[in-house]
């Protein structure tokens, strides 16, 4: 693969970090909460039709997070939601080829970075859907959900989580 095909990781996570804030901003619009979950359900129907190993793996991840939020003493309504908002985290996947996906070989230096995009891909395909506070709260979580708090992550970050 030519190294010029892989867009700029920090160029597209900038870029869609910049729609997610405008997404946030507006999230106490007048948009209808069922709107949210029909669009998205959209998206989860398509990953299915796309790849199924994913869409069972966004299910798994879904219902671990529920358990623990539960057992963390979180509310129903708000364990529920996030379960939901959880389920998109792979979204950005459906862009991406299947031989880069499951394949028995190390990737290349390049083919990881387009999978690393699929964080960001996710983030927009969700955005682009609805702006509604699932669809917001989804979306930040496929952005982020490669990171971790010692900045070793897909994008680099060490600043998510704030105490």
């Known amino acids: 693969m030519d190294t010029k095909t892989v867009p700029d990781l920090k160029t597209e996570f900038t870029r ?3 729609i997610l804030d405008s997404a946030v901003a507006a999230l106490h619009s007048d948009h209808p909460a069922e709107d949210d979950r029909v669009a998205l359900r959209r998206i989860l129907t398509e990953q299915k ?3 199924l190993g994913t869409r069972l793996h966004v299910e798994r991840v879904a219902s671990y997070a529920y358990g623990l939020l539960k057992a963390m003493g979180e ?3 708000v364990a529920r939601f996030l379960m939901n908002a959880i389920k998109l985290h792979d979204a950005g996947k459906i862009d991406m080829p299947q031989e880069l996906l499951y394949n028995a070989r190390k990737l290349t230096a390049e083919e990881f970075e387009q999978i690393k995009l699929h964080t960001v891909h996710g983030a927009e395909r969700i955005l682009n859907t609805s702006t509604g506070p699932l669809a917001t709260t989804a979306a930040e979580i496929a952005l982020y959900h490669h990171e971790r708090l010692d900045g070793s992550g897909y994008h680099g970050l060490w ?5």
């Open 75 to 77: 509310e129903e309504d």
């Open 159 to 163: 600043n998510i989580v704030t105490f």
């Open 49 to 51: 039709e796309r790849d």
């Open 16 to 18: 869609v970090v910049k």
